[in-house]
């Protein structure tokens, strides 16, 4: 699997990330991918061949192995990050799109574009703000949805975090109950424990994100409505100043009449 190639489209997503934003993609690509890449594909590179069972049935092996590991590790994580990272790839999308329209717009010569070259706009940071908002606080939600999935079906698919060192099987074509025993039990706990460890860390990250951006959000329209009751807007000025002119001139008139009586 090309990791390179996820890696340099969440970069372009990383540019337009908050802080903490950032700080996930980095615990991603250096945590959980790197280590999925350089130690833990060695790890279970032999866990079929070196899964022994005391038998000499043929297919009980295979049967008992398809049995405690349905899915290997190695899939199942890969598998994972590439739904956790797939949300992140709707921000980019929905970036590329906007810089699109922006292009498009230049070209045209609109007035309402501000760039000076096609460059400056595939430079620009666009802020986390309306549209755009939505579609990352989105990819964020999304994001804890698959966490959480796949923590839960790691647990129930193995019965635990835990590789046992003697696993009993009495699976057909199996004679009787035979005894399995898996290569380096103790290596893969370790592992599977450290990779669950950081997908953990992910989902707090991701929970804190999603609080700041929603805490923002709401700071903002707070903000917007309290300059809106100290400041009217326009047509209410235009309202106004037409009010106080309807009413010098109908003072003006009462006074002539009166004055026009008196007289």
Request: charged share 20%; hydrophobic share 40%; net charge positive.
């Amino acid at each position: 699997m090309d990791w390179g190639s996820l890696h340099t489209i969440l970069g372009g997503v990383n540019k337009h990330s908050t802080s903490i934003g950032k700080i996930w993609l980095t615990v991603l690509f250096i945590f959980r991918i790197m280590i999925l890449v350089v130690a833990a594909e060695r790890v279970w590179g032999d866990e079929q061949d070196d899964f022994v069972c005391n038998t000499l049935q043929p297919g009980c092996k295979n049967v008992c192995y398809d049995h405690f590991f349905p899915i290997s590790h190695i899939r199942l994580w890969a598998l994972q990050l590439i739904f956790v990272s797939t949300p992140a790839l709707l921000v980019a999308m929905h970036v590329a799109y906007r810089r699109h329209e922006k292009k498009r717009q230049f070209r045209k010569g609109d007035k309402k574009c501000e760039y000076k070259d096609i460059e400056e706009i595939r430079s620009q940071r666009f802020r986390i703000e309306g549209s755009l908002w939505w579609t990352y606080t989105s990819s964020i939600f999304f994001r804890l949805i698959f966490e959480a999935v796949f923590m839960y079906a790691f647990y129930f698919m193995y019965d635990g975090f835990r590789m046992p060192r003697l696993m009993k099987c009495n699976a057909w074509p199996c004679p009787n109950t035979v005894d399995c025993f898996v290569s380096r039990p103790t290596e893969k706990t370790v592992f599977t424990i450290f990779m669950i460890a950081v997908s953990s860390i992910c989902i707090l990250l991701n929970v804190a994100e999603l609080c700041y951006l929603l805490t923002k959000f709401f700071l903002r329209r707070s903000k917007k409505a309290g300059n809106a009751k100290h400041h009217p807007n326009h047509e209410n000025k235009e309202e106004t100043k037409q009010n106080e002119m309807n009413e010098l001139i109908s003072d003006s008139c009462q006074n002539t009449v009166i004055g026009f009586t008196s007289s």
